[in-house]
């Protein structure tokens, strides 16, 4: 939750966070919002799960990420 990342980043800052918001919400339509959100408390590092063709994944397509999903999301973590 987003209440302890905060919380584990102001008591150690020297840490870095990992966040996998594919598995946090389950749901590949709102992990666009959830990564706006952890980069916005100071995230850096994040856990996606992309494919090809999501449709065709054996395990977790409601939270797998097509590659152009992708790459939204990637300008969204690198940008300044």
């Known amino acids: 939750d ?15 966070l990992m966040y996998d918001p594919s598995h946090a919400s389950g749901n590949y339509s709102i992990i666009k919002p959830l990564v706006k959100a952890a980069k916005a408390i100071g995230v850096k590092n994040y ?3 992309v494919y090809a063709d999501p449709k065709l994944t054996q395990t ?17 973590i690198v940008k300044p």
């Open 60 to 76: 977790d397509q409601n939270q797998a990420l097509s590659i152009d999903d992708f790459r939204e999301i990637y300008r969204i």
């Open 47 to 49: 856990m996606l799960e």
């Open 2 to 16: 987003f209440h302890g990342m905060i919380k584990i980043l102001q008591l150690r800052p020297d840490i870095e």
